[in-house]
Every structure is written in structure tokens, then in C-alpha cells.
């Protein structure tokens, strides 16, 4: 249990499919982030939320849109997607001050 | 651009021995870095972080040395065992809080028992 829970763990999806990410954090912090991470590449952030407020967006394609309901629930909404964004997304969350990020054990997306 | 990256991709260990993962960063700003271990079908996990002020800090069978002259990073593990088999990244970030946190992209550790 690290904390930050992740759902679904895995999922496929075709091109035109909707679906979505949730994560959640029960740790009480007030930062979440989304990160992909792909085969052979470093971890990119995709975005960062602070006390609710999107603070970053780290040129992500519109076909992926992120919701942060409030400071424990982080969501990453997908539609059209294409088989590149085949990765595993993973949420985080920190505390504004120190920075240590916590790491949920990520969404395995395949799209098709 | 800035870059965070790692010697070596894979790194094979006798259990029992010291293990060194090496990581070299190239933004001159970063002050704060991090050293995480991903395990297989598991999210990153922390395991020991430097600031800037400081080249040596020591946890539990693990040590990351700091050399910011020649911007360099690494992870020390004592007595290294199965359960240490994992991808390992290092992270840099300029201290602020929620900063930007740049990944490597990592050095995979195999014990060989």
C-alpha cells in the first residue's frame, strides 16, 4: 500500500474508445501529477496539479484531459487515442514543501 | 537541453556484493536529487535524496554520493540482495516544492544468487 491507488490497473481501449484514470491519494497531499512512462524512455510529466489548480501541462495532446475534483482525486480522461500512447501512467503525489514524490503503481493502457 | 541520464543500462551483481548505479545530470540549477527503485509492475518508490550542500548522505545499506563538479550522481547498495532487483532512476529538480522533477532513464539491477 504506498498510498496513492491507482484504477484501473490495466486497460485496452481502441482508437475511438472514451475511458478514464483515476487515482486517488491518502496521504493528505496537496500536489498530483501525471506521468507516462514508456518502453526505454525517461518518465515524462504530463501534468501537475497544486491545491486543485493545474500548474502545468507539459504539452500533452488535447486527447488527453486531466480533472482534479479536489486535492484527493486526480483523473486523466482519454478519447481518440493512438497506439503510441500504449504506456503506463502513473500518478503521484507530493507535499508542496519537500517535494518526495509518491508513486501509485500505475495504469498499463494498450490501445489498439 | 537539460539532461538527466545514466551510464549503463544494466547492471549485474553477486549477491553480497556493493552495487554502484552512476548517473550523470547536466543542469547546472538542479539542487535537489532523488535516487528512486521501480520494482516490476510497481510504481516508483523513494529511496534516498541529496540537496545540493551536501556529497554524501547514508541510509539503510544504501548511499548516494553527490559530485557537483563534474555534475555526477550515485547510488551506493551494501551487501546487495534479490530484493534489490529493480530499475533504478535517479531524479534532479531545482528546489521549490512541486518542482519539475527530470527522470533518467534507468539503470536495471539484476542479483545474481
Known amino acids: 500500500e504506498t498510498g496513492v491507488t491507482q484504477t484501473p490497473r490495466h486497460l485496452v481501449m481502441g482508437m475511438t474508445n472514451k475511458k478514464s484514470l483515476k487515482c486517488e491519494q491518502h496521504?493528505?497531499?496537496?500536489?498530483m501529477y501525471w506521468y507516462k512512462q514508456s518502453a526505454k524512455k525517461p518518465l515524462e510529466l504530463m501534468f501537475v496539479?497544486?491545491?486543485?489548480?493545474?500548474?502545468e501541462n507539459n504539452s500533452v495532446p488535447s486527447r488527453f484531459s486531466p480533472e482534479c475534483p479536489n486535492s484527493s482525486h486526480l483523473f486523466l480522461h482519454l478519447h481518440t487515442l493512438q497506439p503510441e500512447d500504449s504506456a503506463l501512467y502513473l500518478c503521484a503525489s507530493s507535499q508542496q514543501e519537500t517535494g518526495e514524490l509518491f508513486f501509485g503503481e500505475g495504469s498499463r493502457l494498450t490501445v489498439l | 537541453g537539460e539532461s538527466v541520464g545514466l551510464h549503463l543500462p544494466t547492471l549485474s551483481v553477486q549477491e553480497g556484493d556493493n552495487s554502484i548505479i552512476n548517473c550523470a545530470y547536466s543542469?547546472?540549477?538542479?539542487?535537489?536529487f532523488i535516487w528512486y527503485k521501480q520494482e516490476s509492475g510497481k510504481g516508483p518508490q523513494f529511496i534516498i535524496d541529496i540537496r545540493s550542500n551536501m556529497d554524501k548522505r547514508q541510509g539503510q545499506r544504501v548511499t548516494v554520493l553527490l559530485n557537483k563538479t563534474v555534475k555526477h550522481l550515485s547510488l551506493q547498495i551494501a551487501a546487495t540482495q534479490p530484493g534489490d532487483s529493480a530499475v533504478y532512476f535517479c531524479?534532479?529538480?531545482?528546489?521549490?516544492?512541486?518542482?519539475?522533477?527530470?527522470f533518467g532513464t534507468g539503470t536495471k539491477l539484476q542479483v545474481i544468487p
Open positions: 531524479a534532479e529538480s531545482v528546489s521549490g516544492g512541486y518542482q519539475k522533477v527530470t
Open positions: 496521504l493528505g497531499h496537496n500536489a
Open positions: 496539479y497544486n491545491f486543485k489548480e493545474q500548474t
Open positions: 543542469n547546472s540549477a538542479s539542487d535537489y
